[in-house]
């Protein structure tokens, strides 16, 4: 399985291609490094991405991440919440079905963070979880990178 990592403001990430599609983005940095045309072009599509994320709109690739049926369903609603914006795990769960722990669940299990956008998504009364090497710090900080304003008053788990 190809892989190809990249420095990003979060550390060492690394992209895996299986068919070509997207299949995994990992922390850290990858052991063996092929730059085939899709890891190329998803590498400098982030590298630009973390410079500016509003001007990058939705990821133009293919993405075929390993789950569920429920779970593939979750990480589909997940791409369609636009830059800048969030959700909740239980308004998530209203439109796709579900409560909001198996939303919460899902989400945390998503293999291709930041792609697929589940830092977006809050709980009610906080910021959630994240997945991430850096767990909660990293989600503000791609939050915040992309122009989320978090209240002062929401509490933040970190």
């Given at each position: 399985m190809p892989q190809l990592s990249l420095h990003s403001p979060l550390?060492?990430?690394?992209?895996?291609?299986?068919?070509g599609?997207?299949?995994?983005?990992d922390w850290g940095w990858g052991r063996d490094q092929t730059e085939t045309p899709l890891l190329t072009q998803a590498r400098d599509w982030l590298d630009q991405w973390f410079d500016d994320p509003t001007a990058q709109g939705a990821f133009p690739f293919p993405l075929e991440p390993y789950g569920t049926a429920y779970q593939k369903k979750i990480w589909a609603f997940l791409q369609?919440?636009?830059?800048?914006?969030?959700?909740?795990?239980?308004?998530?769960?209203?439109k796709v079905g579900g409560s909001p722990q198996s939303v919460g669940q899902a989400v945390g299990r998503n293999p291709i963070p930041i792609l697929i956008p589940c830092h977006r998504v809050l709980a009610r009364n906080g910021i959630g979880g994240y997945s991430g090497d850096g767990g909660v710090d990293d989600k503000i900080w791609l939050l915040e990178l992309e122009g989320v304003q978090l209240?002062?008053?929401q509490p933040q788990e970190r």
């Open positions: 550390g060492p990430l690394t992209l895996s291609e299986e068919d599609k997207i299949i995994s983005l369609g919440i636009p830059t800048g914006t969030t959700t909740t795990y239980g308004e998530l769960a209203q209240s002062p008053q």
